[in-house]
């Protein structure tokens, strides 16, 4: 079991930027493949990045691609995704997650195969 915490949403204007956090207390995440997602009211969940366990690759929805960036310390036992140029657009809750199928070229982006969920963090972005 993988227990992920996010943190670092709040409400932001257009045009501005966000940090966000996942922590996994008690367990080091440095072996684990991360994604995050979001999901807007009325919407489905959909990919917005990803990170190989080592750091060594990322991949990014076409949507956020050039504005935000997935990164991780493994010895902070973090993933961050740093989320500039924001649009009203991107307002939803964002989530992290684990893949535990190993690493490709597009990694998983469907949410049913991630099996590990944060609770979720709100990222408002007022137009």
């Known amino acids: 079991q993988v227990q992920l915490v996010e943190s670092g949403g709040g409400l932001v204007q257009a045009g501005g930027s966000l940090r966000l956090s996942c922590t996994t207390p008690?367990?080091?995440?440095?072996?684990?493949?991360m994604g995050w997602f979001r999901q807007a009211p009325g919407k489905e969940r959909e990919f917005v990045a990803a990170?190989?366990?080592?750091?060594?690759?990322?991949y990014y929805a076409d949507s956020v691609k050039g504005r935000f960036t997935i990164s991780r310390d493994n010895a902070k036992n973090t993933v961050y995704l740093q989320m500039n140029s924001l649009k009203p657009e991107d307002t939803a809750v964002y989530y992290c997650?684990?893949?535990?199928?190993?690493?490709?070229?597009?990694?998983?982006?469907?949410?049913?195969?991630?099996?590990?969920w944060g609770q979720g963090t709100q990222v408002t972005v007022s137009s």
């Open positions: 997650a684990v893949f535990v199928t190993g690493w490709r070229i597009p990694p998983p982006r469907n949410p049913h195969d991630y099996t590990y």
């Open positions: 008690g367990r080091t995440l440095s072996t684990l493949n």
């Open positions: 990170i190989q366990w080592s750091g060594g690759s990322t």
